[in-house]
């Protein structure tokens, strides 16, 4: 091992040690959980089992990645990265509230607006406010978004989405 390497090399930091073993305990309630569900329905199409399970293991795999990479030393020092500044810089220390009060406020839109609305409009914002990517591209990646998430849910799963008042049965009742 090279002089460079050994620097690199630091004790595991006993905060990051416990966050990555609660994502590894939060996958594997998740994939334990989904055991009560059914993995496909009757007429064989994908039952409520297949989501949790599989971002269960998922969990479970990137946790024991985590907790692997913090133990063996190689995860990287807090003073690794350079700071950025400038126009690119993330909205300081408020990027994480902003972000948790986003997912809250898009949360409460879903009954309104409807899922995909809500999640494009979440996205629309984190990338311009929090990301400060420019507005075309923002609007562009919140489109392709969009589009990607409808195409999964709706298109290929078929799931019922919430759609808020763009329900056309909501309307045809009036």
């Known amino acids: 091992m090279s002089s460079a390497e050994a620097d690199r090399t630091s004790p595991p930091r006993p905060g990051m040690l416990a966050a990555h073993l609660f994502l590894t305990a939060l996958g594997a309630a998740f994939a334990l959980g989904s055991l009560a569900y059914d993995w496909t329905t009757e007429d064989g199409t994908i039952g409520a089992a297949v989501m ?47 972000v948790v ?17 809500a999640l494009v409009l979440a996205m ?28 999964t849910f709706v298109t290929l799963l078929g799931a019922p989405l919430p759609l808020g008042l763009l329900d056309p049965t909501l309307w045809s009742a009036l």
Not at 57 to 70: C, D, M, N, T
Not at 81 to 90: F, K
């Open 124 to 151: 629309l914002f984190l990338l311009t406010v929090v990301e400060r990517i420019a507005p075309l591209r923002a609007v562009l990646i919140s489109a392709a978004t969009y589009v990607v998430a409808h195409l």
């Open 101 to 117: 009060v986003t997912m809250w406020a898009a949360t409460a839109l879903v009954p309104v607006l409807g899922l995909l609305p």
């Open 52 to 98: 949790p399970r599989v971002v269960g293991v998922l969990l479970v795999v990137v946790g024991l990645a985590l907790v692997r990479q913090e133990l063996s030393g190689a995860a990287p020092a807090d003073d690794d990265a350079p700071p950025v500044t400038g126009a690119a810089a993330p909205a300081g220390k408020y990027r994480m509230p902003i």
